[in-house]
DNA sequence: TTTCGCAGAATTTTT
DNA sequence: TTCTGCGAAA
């Protein structure tokens, strides 16, 4: 193996950089500005450490938030300290995210946990419908208390580290309806062989108290801690932490309190405070320095941030130039933004850069829509994150659940999933019977189906369609008892009558999840177990619950990425447009009265801003269709919070191309465009616009016209079709017109 | 039991 | 606008 020496791996970092790589065994606590090397830092140290003899890699304990984050980091591990011969690379040492970890501990110890040896972990999809289902039970009416209340209840309890009995009466009919719902909720999982996401933590947690021989244990063996992401730690998630650093283990915590942006679910951005005093004495490392931006962005990111209060504080500065100005372009509305922005993008693809070093960001996912479509029209390739996770899709959960069912009879969430999916005439009238069963008998929905089936109470219609069910599971437990993963999964999607059921759905729905179940057996196939002390399948299932299924993302297509701020966070675009930086969108509007959540707003906004390299464009729409309604909202107050000397407007007519058109009505003839920006596209557009044309009879969004009596003006929206088409013209000084296109007689001003 | 249609709501989402 | 969930009809 390659032995990489100390002074290799130190010289290429800055003073700070080296100072937080090579500082002596403490706890430390690295404040890492966005862009400034925070990922190097924390896998050098880790490498310095191991090299230094400080600490070898068995001591070590990595802690991440996203699974792609950990996957990184082992990657550039392997490559640092190497792959793990013989237990001493990077593969003997803990790398993982807080749930991951927690969940390996579970699984290890499960009797001293309290739990059972193949217990099942729910996402968040499966909490709902157990939390449903307790509702059913405990007769509450959901119109009253919303079930969302009751998960996020729960959640928050959970991650403060809360039980059902630990809840303070407070004699309020919220707090007891509550109370009672979450401890039937901790009861049915309990039965069950559940856990939830915060259960991962809470019980691993508990799993440090009530076994000292354990926690000693890893106390001892994990001497050095690193955990990333600080900023986003909550409160069971610092609690285990700190019971697992004890007196002795020394923990580098790096975080940005700048880039905390999830403390709507429950992160404290206060652990990073409380890390100072709890873990003293800290060694306090900033990296400022940043690698990433142009001096104007990273200005542009200081002097917003600079309105938060109770910071850290901490400014970035480069080496770099100052590049472009940050332009800022205001739309007619999101159809003109949209437009404009895919311009742009076709601007920068035709002075010869790469489509996939453009980025959309954006607040809220409704977003995307107008901007697919933009894109669309123009033929740009665009990938879209977000929206339904792989492992989240219904077709994926209800294969999920089926297998499930094979491993666990008493799954009860996973029963009532696919009990009548594909539908096989089990409706509420027979569940209800069965539930009431299981309650009465204490049992699990599937043996309580037994039961049933047994004593014939039922109808014969309903008896026959249970017992079907029930022999559907066990024919496919038995045939596929001896398969492979994939063969297994491939069996049972077939002959589940899933395939079918979902083959049938209409649109292209139908097809696209055909696709993806296909997609979960050639991933089963793909799929190496790593641990022989149990089923492939549980150890499938046990990762899919666990993770979002991502990874197949084609990362090297070339395509712009468009995404909300959310998931911007941590990567990094030569090109970023911040769309919609609009009062009401952003900040949102739910966030407008807490001052706090107003910051994480600006927070939010740091994070898209920073997310740039070279250029970012920020446009707002002066008027917005929002849930249908078209809305006026006024610029954001966070592009008045940027230094106009960094910015320029964009002037419409000047910078802007727009394209003239003339559909069949007014002879059938393309008219080619009126700017220059793209001659490589032209046939595209041409056919774009036959779209265009027949829906807007010759004119387009934001173009200047013509109006015998009101002037020049610019049509800023379509209403209607064919003969009935609206315009909604803004004549300057007068104000928008809304004219029967047929009537109008507007001329294109060309 | 199933399916269709209407009313009502509608951030962000690492695990 | 678009999705979800529930109630009424087939």
Same mark, same amino acid.
């Given at each position: 193996?390659?032995?990489?020496?100390?002074?290799?791996?130190?010289?290429?970092?800055?003073?700070?950089?080296?100072?937080?790589?090579?500082?002596?065994?403490?706890?430390?606590?690295?404040?890492?500005?966005?862009?400034?090397?925070?990922?190097?830092?924390?896998?050098?140290?880790?490498?310095?450490?191991?090299?230094?003899?400080?600490?070898?890699?068995?001591?070590?304990?990595?802690?991440?938030?996203?699974?792609?984050?950990?996957?990184?980091?082992?990657?550039?591990?392997?490559?640092?300290?190497?792959?793990?011969?013989?237990?001493?690379?990077?593969?003997?040492?803990?790398?993982?995210?807080?749930?991951?970890?927690?969940?390996?501990?579970?699984?290890?110890?499960?009797?001293?946990?309290?739990?059972?040896?193949?217990?099942?972990?729910?996402?968040?999809?499966?909490?709902?419908?157990?939390?449903?289902?307790?509702?059913?039970?405990?007769?509450?009416?959901?119109?009253?208390?919303?079930?969302?209340?009751?998960?996020?209840?729960?959640?928050?309890?959970?991650?403060?580290?809360?039980?059902?009995?630990?809840?303070?009466?407070?004699?309020?009919?919220?707090?007891?309806?509550?109370?009672?719902? =979450? +401890? #039937?909720?901790? @009861?049915?999982? $309990?039965?069950?062989?559940? !856990? &939830?996401?915060?259960?991962?933590?809470?019980? %691993?947690?508990?799993?440090?108290?009530?076994?000292?021989?354990?926690?000693?244990?890893?106390?001892?063996?994990?001497?050095?801690?690193?955990?990333?992401?600080?900023?986003?730690?909550?409160?069971?998630?610092?609690?285990?932490?700190?019971?697992?650093?004890?007196?002795?283990?020394?923990?580098?915590?790096?975080?940005?309190?700048?880039?905390?942006?999830?403390?709507?679910?429950?992160?404290?951005?206060?652990?990073?405070?409380?890390?100072?005093?709890?873990?003293?004495?800290?060694?306090?490392?900033?990296?400022?320095?940043?690698?990433?931006?142009?001096?104007?962005?990273?200005?542009?990111?200081?002097?917003?941030?600079?309105?938060?209060?109770?910071?850290?504080?901490?400014?970035?500065?480069?080496?770099?130039?100052?590049?472009?100005?940050?332009?800022? =372009? +205001? #739309?007619?509305? @999101?159809?003109? $933004?949209?437009?404009?922005? !895919? &311009?742009?993008?076709?601007?920068?693809?035709? %002075?010869?850069?790469?489509?996939?070093?453009?980025?959309?960001?954006?607040?809220?996912?409704?977003?995307?829509?107008?901007?697919?479509?933009?894109?669309?029209?123009?033929?740009?390739?665009?990938?879209?994150?977000?929206?339904?996770?792989?492992?989240?899709?219904?077709?994926?959960?209800?294969?999920?659940?089926?297998?499930?069912?094979?491993?666990?009879?008493?799954?009860?969430?996973?029963?009532?999933?696919?009990?009548?999916?594909?539908?096989?005439?089990?409706?509420?009238?027979?569940?209800?019977?069965?539930?009431?069963?299981?309650?009465?008998?204490?049992?699990?929905?599937?043996?309580?189906?037994?039961?049933?089936?047994?004593?014939?109470?039922?109808?014969?219609?309903?008896?026959?369609?249970?017992?079907?069910?029930?022999?559907?599971?066990?024919?496919?437990?038995?045939?596929?008892?001896?398969?492979?993963?994939?063969?297994?999964?491939?069996?049972?999607?077939?002959?589940?009558?899933?395939?079918?059921?979902?083959?049938?759905?209409?649109?292209?729905?139908?097809?696209?999840?055909?696709?993806?179940?296909?997609?979960?057996?050639?991933?089963?196939?793909?799929?190496?177990?790593?641990?022989?002390?149990?089923?492939?399948?549980?150890?499938?299932?046990?990762?899919?619950?666990?993770?979002?299924?991502?990874?197949?993302?084609?990362?090297?297509?070339?395509?712009?990425?468009?995404?909300?701020?959310?998931?911007?966070?941590?990567?990094?675009?030569?090109?970023?447009?911040?769309?919609?930086?609009?009062?009401?969108?952003?900040?949102?509007?739910?966030?407008?009265?807490?001052?706090?959540?107003?910051?994480?707003?600006?927070?939010?906004?740091?994070?898209?801003?920073?997310?740039?390299?070279?250029?970012?464009?920020?446009?707002?729409?002066?008027?917005?269709?929002?849930?249908?309604?078209?809305?006026?909202?006024?610029?954001?107050?966070?592009?008045?919070?940027?230094?106009?000397?960094?910015?320029?407007?964009?002037?419409?007519?000047?910078?802007?191309?727009?394209?003239?058109?003339?559909?069949?009505?007014?002879?059938?003839?393309?008219?080619?465009?009126?700017?220059?920006?793209?001659?490589?596209?032209?046939?595209?557009?041409?056919?774009?616009?036959?779209?265009?044309?027949?829906?807007?009879?010759?004119?387009?969004?934001?173009?200047?016209?013509?109006?015998?009596?009101?002037?020049?003006?610019?049509?800023?929206?379509?209403?209607?079709?064919?003969?009935?088409?609206?315009?909604?013209?803004?004549?300057?000084?007068?104000?928008?017109?809304?004219?029967?296109?047929?009537?109008?007689?507007?001329?294109?001003?060309?």
């Amino acid at each position: 193996m390659p032995q990489m020496n100390t002074t290799d791996l130190t010289q290429n970092l800055n003073d700070a950089q080296r100072e937080a790589v090579c500082a002596p065994a403490c706890n430390q606590l690295v404040l890492a500005g966005a862009g400034s090397g925070k990922t190097r830092v924390l896998v050098q140290r880790i490498g310095w450490l191991i090299q230094s003899a400080e600490a070898s890699p068995h001591e070590i304990l990595a802690v991440t938030f996203t699974n792609k984050a950990a996957r990184e980091m082992r990657e550039r591990l392997n490559e640092a300290v190497g792959g793990g011969v013989g237990g001493y690379g990077a593969r003997s040492l803990w790398v993982g995210t807080f749930h991951g970890l927690a969940h390996r501990l579970l699984k290890m110890h499960w009797q001293e946990a309290g739990l059972p040896q193949n217990f099942q972990v729910l996402d968040s999809d499966d909490q709902l419908r157990l939390i449903k289902r307790i509702y059913q039970q405990l007769n509450i009416d959901d119109s009253k208390w919303p079930f969302r209340q009751a998960q996020g209840f729960i959640n928050t309890k959970k991650d403060e580290g809360i039980r059902s009995q630990h809840i303070q009466d407070d004699y309020s009919a919220y707090t007891s309806n509550m109370r009672t719902i =979450y +401890a #039937a909720y901790e @009861e049915a999982c $309990e039965r069950g062989g559940m !856990v &939830d996401f915060a259960e991962l933590l809470l019980r %691993s947690h508990e799993l440090w108290l009530k076994s000292t021989a354990l926690l000693q244990h890893y106390q001892q063996r994990f001497r050095f801690i690193l955990v990333d992401e600080f900023q986003d730690t909550n409160t069971v998630q610092y609690a285990w932490l700190r019971v697992l650093a004890g007196q002795s283990s020394k923990v580098t915590a790096v975080g940005d309190d700048d880039q905390s942006i999830y403390g709507w679910r429950g992160a404290k951005i206060e652990n990073i405070h409380k890390f100072e005093k709890d873990f003293a004495p800290v060694n306090v490392t900033r990296l400022e320095q940043n690698y990433r931006s142009t001096a104007t962005i990273l200005n542009a990111a200081n002097a917003l941030i600079a309105n938060n209060t109770d910071r850290l504080g901490k400014s970035l500065w480069t080496e770099g130039e100052d590049g472009e100005k940050i332009d800022l =372009y +205001a #739309a007619f509305n @999101e159809q003109d $933004e949209a437009r404009y922005i !895919v &311009d742009r993008i076709q601007s920068w693809v035709n %002075s010869g850069r790469s489509l996939s070093e453009v980025a959309i960001l954006y607040r809220s996912n409704a977003q995307s829509r107008v901007l697919e479509e933009a894109c669309i029209r123009e033929q740009v390739a665009y990938k879209i994150y977000g929206g339904h996770r792989f492992y989240e899709r219904m077709e994926i959960k209800n294969a999920l659940a089926y297998l499930r069912l094979l491993l666990n009879r008493d799954d009860d969430v996973a029963f009532e999933r696919v009990i009548n999916t594909p539908t096989r005439g089990i409706g509420g009238k027979s569940l209800e019977s069965v539930r009431l069963v299981a309650q009465e008998q204490g049992c699990s929905l599937y043996s309580a189906t037994v039961k049933l089936v047994k004593q014939g109470v039922l109808t014969a219609r309903a008896n026959n369609a249970l017992n079907t069910f029930l022999l559907l599971v066990e024919e496919l437990e038995n045939i596929t008892v001896d398969m492979s993963l994939g063969d297994l999964t491939e069996y049972v999607v077939k002959h589940s009558g899933l395939l079918d059921f979902h083959a049938k759905e209409k649109g292209e729905k139908g097809q696209a999840r055909v696709e993806n179940l296909q997609e979960l057996a050639s991933a089963c196939r793909l799929f190496t177990p790593e641990d022989d002390s149990v089923k492939p399948l549980r150890e499938f299932l046990d990762t899919a619950a666990l993770d979002s299924g991502d990874t197949q993302a084609d990362e090297y297509e070339s395509a712009i990425q468009m995404m909300t701020l959310h998931s911007a966070k941590g990567l990094e675009f030569p090109m970023v447009f911040l769309a919609g930086v609009e009062e009401n969108l952003f900040p949102h509007q739910m966030s407008a009265e807490d001052p706090e959540r107003m910051e994480e707003e600006r927070r939010l906004c740091y994070v898209g801003i920073t997310r740039a390299m070279e250029r970012l464009v920020i446009s707002y729409a002066e008027s917005r269709r929002m849930h249908g309604k078209e809305k006026f909202n006024a610029v954001s107050r966070f592009v008045r919070e940027l230094p106009s000397a960094l910015m320029q407007e964009v002037r419409i007519k000047s910078t802007i191309t727009r394209p003239t058109t003339y559909g069949k009505d007014y002879g059938g003839v393309f008219a080619t465009k009126v700017s220059s920006s793209s001659n490589v596209h032209a046939s595209n557009e041409a056919k774009a616009f036959i779209t265009k044309s027949d829906e807007y009879s010759g004119f387009t969004l934001g173009q200047s016209v013509v109006h015998a009596k009101f002037g020049e003006g610019v049509i800023m929206q379509f209403e209607g079709k064919g003969a009935r088409t609206q315009v909604h013209v803004n004549f300057p000084g007068l104000g928008v017109k809304r004219l029967m296109l047929e009537y109008a007689k507007l001329e294109p001003l060309v």
